[in-house]
């Protein structure tokens, strides 16, 4: 058995592999640089507003991740009708996709807009902060749209290994973020400052740009995705919505659980100091910097453990199970060396920072680089493999009771009850993935994730 996944690891597999992990993992940076542009100018004009685009951030991460989570229905779907040669089968889960993600981001964005200082205030007290966060959040919630609708494309581009698609037009939205907020927050070319509010115009207004443009180049193309109406009614049929949403609900239940433990964990540090809340907020957007390379290779992991499962080519996706988590602990280990190793430089481009605020971030960032590691393995088991043959109810299971049962109560303890340093509680951020450790390698033995979902 080690024979033969050392054998995947020097073979096509590991070609293959990185051919689809890069494009996702740039577009995971690209994505991931919108917030940290953000960060970036609005730290020239004070700590203030960099705990407030934090919150902010963090409330929109977690709508975000959970339109991620409705789009891993038609991932799994996708990945085995492709694998199979079902292009018909390929476009309905798009469209699927596309009318289930546009619900979600409808419900979130509706929330943000009508009630962003309640939002807001749920992980700080400050009135400054609050009006800052409410500002930017509402804003912002039509960019859900823009998520939606692009991440429902990407998934069906990176099922056909044509993810470099997606990530083309990633690069001009965030090309276009990085313009308008250098011209809507410190009001260049004749437009008023704008402060925080025009970073939020900026991120808008670039994400439904992106989006509009990459639906463009579909149609134009008359791409297999570039549906029409007729398919989207088609789509809607009871049994495929009925099988979607068997796939979907378990892991948008899961993403949503696990990104508002994230978001509790923000308000945990939030509630000690907005000093940490400020910390925290430079180190999250480098945080999913980081992690870029290790999401990259997990999504392409599940394309191609997908497209060998919907094959019926069992033991070979049980063999590159092991083998793709070999390899994202080692490029999680060559990460963290360069963390480490560009930790000053990087921290430097946040000039704003008073002295006791950088010197927690810079504590902050050296914990990030071992976390990286330890992240490397239940990442890569539970977006990579587990997800891929649909095993979504046990992925939810493990996040409730490793974040939720024991991750977010010793957070809370030591921060609340022991009031501890802030290093040591950001540090027990870790706990919930030494648990992960445990039940991802029990379950990828067992082989009980193992399904072909399209026979």
């Given at each position: 058995m080690r024979h033969l996944v050392i054998q995947q690891l020097r073979g096509d597999f590991l070609r293959r592999l990185l051919l689809i992990a890069l494009p996702i993992a740039l577009q995971t940076m690209l994505f991931s640089s919108r917030s940290l542009v953000d960060i970036l100018m609005l730290g020239q004009l004070?700590?203030?507003?960099?705990?407030?685009?934090?919150?902010?951030?963090?409330?929109?991460?977690?709508?975000?991740?959970?339109?991620?989570?409705?789009?891993?229905?038609?991932?799994?779907?996708?990945?085995q009708y492709w694998g199979a040669g079902n292009h018909s089968g390929v476009q309905k889960s798009t469209a699927l996709t596309v009318v289930m993600t546009t619900i979600t981001a409808s419900i979130s964005g509706g929330l943000f807009l009508f009630a962003p200082e309640f939002v807001v205030g749920l992980a700080t007290d400050s009135p400054e902060v609050i009006h800052l966060g409410a500002e930017y959040l509402a804003i912002t919630s039509g960019s859900l749209f823009a998520v939606a609708w692009g991440s429902s494309m990407a998934v069906g581009l990176r099922a056909m290994h044509q993810p470099g698609v997606s990530t083309f037009f990633s690069a001009i939205g965030i090309g276009l973020n990085m313009l308008l907020n250098w011209v809507?927050?410190?009001?260049?070319?004749?437009?008023?400052?704008?402060?925080?509010?025009?970073?939020?115009?900026?991120?808008?207004?670039?994400?439904?740009?992106?989006?509009?443009?990459?639906?463009?180049?579909?149609?134009?193309?008359?791409?297999?995705?570039?549906?029409?109406?007729?398919?989207?009614?088609?789509?809607?049929?009871?049994?495929?919505?009925?099988?979607?949403?068997?796939?979907?609900?378990?892991?948008?239940?899961?993403?949503?659980?696990?990104?508002?433990?994230?978001f509790v964990y923000h308000a945990i540090i939030g509630q000690v100091s907005v000093q940490g809340l400020a910390a925290l907020s430079v180190i999250t957007p480098i945080e999913s910097f980081a992690l870029a390379m290790?999401?990259?290779?997990?999504?392409?992991?599940?394309?191609?453990?997908?497209?060998?499962?919907?094959?019926?080519?069992?033991?070979?996706?049980?063999?590159?199970?092991?083998?793709?988590?070999?390899?994202?602990v080692a490029c999680g280990v060559v990460i963290a060396v360069v963390m480490l190793l560009t930790k000053n430089t990087v921290l430097d481009l946040f000039s704003a920072l008073s002295p006791d605020t950088r010197a927690?971030?810079?504590?902050?960032?050296?914990?990030?680089?071992?976390?990286?590691?330890?992240?490397?393995?239940?990442?890569?088991m539970i977006v990579g493999v587990l997800r891929a043959g649909g095993d979504i109810r046990f992925c939810f299971y493990q996040d409730i009771a490793a974040q939720w049962l024991i991750g977010i109560p010793v957070t809370a303890m030591m921060a609340l009850v022991f009031k501890l340093p802030l290093e040591w509680i950001y540090a027990a951020l870790v706990i919930e993935e030494l648990v992960k450790w445990v039940g991802c390698i029990f379950r990828v033995r067992s082989k009980a994730w193992m399904n072909n979902l399209v026979a």
């Open positions: 004070g700590e203030l507003e960099v705990a407030a685009i934090g919150i902010a951030g963090k409330a929109l991460f977690v709508a975000t991740i959970m339109l991620f989570g409705v789009t891993t229905g038609g991932a799994l779907l996708t990945a809507l927050i410190f009001g260049h070319w004749g437009f008023p400052a704008m402060g925080i509010a025009g970073a939020a115009w900026a991120t808008l207004i670039s994400g439904l740009v992106e989006v509009g443009l990459l639906f463009t180049y579909l149609y134009g193309k008359k791409h297999l995705l570039a549906f029409d109406l007729s398919l989207l009614k088609e789509a809607c049929q009871w049994p495929l919505v009925k099988r979607f949403l068997t796939l979907s609900l378990p892991t948008t239940f899961n993403h949503l659980a696990w990104s508002m433990g994230i290790l999401i990259g290779v997990s999504n392409a992991a599940a394309v191609m453990i997908g497209n060998q499962l919907g094959a019926n080519k069992m033991d070979e996706a049980y063999q590159q199970a092991w083998a793709v988590s070999i390899f994202n927690l971030t810079e504590n902050f960032f050296s914990i990030l680089a071992v976390m990286v590691i330890i992240r490397s393995i239940p990442m890569t």
